[in-house]
């Protein structure tokens, strides 16, 4: 991971007005390290050993500040289970079946699907999302282990 988007990171929260506590710049550290879209769940289970006293509530409140200020996308999946991506630019999403692990991959954004949508349903377009399924390669090699 770079140095530099940390400390990029953190001049934005500092322009924002948002206090940078320990824990805080901990969450922020981990999501631009990873690049797996982790739940607040195993953010939590990476941090506890670090901030014993944290609990995943605090997790959750610094998502939420951290998304507030645009550097970390909430993917929510009608469940419980929101997944957070640091990488903030026009990206899509492959979703493993298996293990439900996220892998960006870049493509040029379908602007004209929203043009369509628009003039098909009259709706004011603000995004959309394109996610594609499949198995991981890491799950194909246990799937090719068992036969
Ligand atoms: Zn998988
Ligand atoms: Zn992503």
């Known amino acids: 991971m770079s140095e530099k988007r940390l400390n990029q990171a953190i001049e934005t929260l500092k322009e924002s007005g948002v206090r940078i506590t320990p824990q805080r710049h901990a969450v922020l550290e981990y999501l631009l390290n990873s690049m797996v879209h982790p739940t607040a769940d195993e953010i939590y289970k990476a941090l506890e ?14 998502l939420k500040v951290l998304r507030e200020v645009g550097l970390v996308r909430e993917l929510t999946y009608g469940d419980s289970s929101s997944r957070f991506d640091c990488n903030t630019s026009d990206h899509y999403h492959t979703i493993c079946n298996n293990c439900g692990k996220i892998v960006d991959f870049h493509y040029p954004p379908l602007n004209e699907v929203e043009a369509l949508a628009e003039q098909v349903t009259g709706f004011d377009v603000s995004h959309h999302r394109l996610e594609v399924y499949g198995t991981c390669p890491d799950c194909q090699k246990v799937g090719t282990k068992k036969h």
């Open 49 to 62: 050993g670090k901030f014993p006293n944290m609990s995943v509530a605090t997790v959750y409140n610094n």
